[in-house]
């Protein structure tokens, strides 16, 4: 296997498919800028590398990825707000974008927490495998503010809005079985066998007819994603809106805190 050397992602090529797996263990696969910035880089060296017909995305340790580190300091804004949109337009919008755009297909092998923007890169590949310990979470609401990455616009085209506002407004756990009735997951897998089938069938994938993949990746985008580039965009404008509100504050606050919030709905 030919591999690249990242920090916190690991990325090699073998057999056509290229391995990212997101690699801050001791974080649950949490993601700061820093990993953002790596696995973008990852991505867009899958799509210009033409050895590569097929990528699977993995986390390592116990979860796929709990989310965004809390513990990654904000910027803040010229106004002095906490700054909830910059990162999104400019390392974990890009990272969604250039899955969408490559023109071969993407595999997310899902087991523990895949919470957050976790959430957002599991969704975003074209096949999802799930271990029968994994779950899907949107605890967003827990600290004041709404999901991104384009999890609003993924979630309504494949379960619809009923289920995409209960996943994004009560924020409960989603697990892997329930996901795959809903049709979030392609299959659920017994831990230890997750990784075997994802690595067999993103083989499978990159012995297939490629262009034709492709092909079928972009119609099938068209058909269900056309407004994507704009829905990312009004996520992270919405996001932005809440760096101010009494809700958020007091959301991270008692989450720091370990306490239950109390909101004042402004």
């Known amino acids: 296997m030919t591999t690249t050397t990242y920090v916190d992602v690991r990325y090699g090529v073998d057999d056509a498919v290229a391995h990212i797996e997101l690699h801050r263990p001791?974080?649950?696969?949490?993601?700061?800028?820093?990993?953002?910035?790596?696995?973008?880089?990852?991505?867009?060296?899958?799509?210009?590398?033409?050895?590569?017909?097929?990528?699977?995305?993995?986390?390592?340790g116990r979860a796929f990825c709990a989310g965004a580190d809390v513990k990654s300091p904000r910027e803040?804004?010229?106004?002095?707000?906490?700054?909830?949109?910059?990162?999104?337009?400019?390392?974990?919008?890009?990272?969604v974008q250039q899955i969408r755009a490559t023109p071969k297909p993407y595999?997310?092998?899902?087991?523990?927490?895949?919470?957050?923007?976790?959430?957002?890169?599991?969704?975003?590949?074209?096949?999802?495998?799930?271990?029968?310990?994994?779950?899907?979470?949107?605890?967003f609401v827990r600290i004041g503010v709404m999901p991104d990455g384009g999890a609003t616009a993924f979630l309504t085209e494949r379960v619809g809005l009923a289920r995409a506002a209960e996943l994004c407004m009560l924020g409960d756990k989603l697990p892997a079985a329930k996901a795959e009735r809903w049709?979030?997951?392609?299959?659920?897998?017994?831990?230890?066998?997750?990784?075997?089938?994802?690595?067999?069938?993103?083989?499978?994938?990159?012995?297939?007819?490629?262009?034709a993949l492709g092909s079928m990746k972009r119609a099938l985008g068209q058909a269900a994603q056309r407004h994507l580039a704009e829905q990312l965009e009004l996520e992270a404008t919405l996001q932005q809106s809440h760096a101010t509100t009494a809700d958020y504050i007091e959301g991270r606050t008692a989450f720091a805190e370990k306490r239950a919030p109390q909101y004042l709905g402004r």
């Open 107 to 139: 595999v997310a092998a899902v087991h523990g927490a895949c919470a957050g923007l976790g959430v957002s890169l599991a969704l975003a590949c074209d096949l999802l495998l799930a271990s029968d310990d994994a779950y899907l979470m949107l605890a």
């Open 26 to 60: 001791e974080s649950l696969n949490a993601w700061t800028p820093d990993m953002g910035r790596e696995l973008l880089d990852a991505v867009r060296r899958a799509a210009a590398d033409d050895d590569v017909r097929a990528v699977l995305v993995t986390g390592a």
């Open 76 to 95: 803040l804004t010229p106004e002095g707000a906490p700054d909830l949109s910059t990162r999104l337009r400019e390392i974990y919008n890009p990272i």
């Open 183 to 211: 049709g979030l997951v392609n299959a659920v897998h017994p831990a230890a066998e997750l990784l075997p089938a994802a690595e067999a069938l993103a083989s499978r994938l990159a012995h297939a007819p490629t262009v």
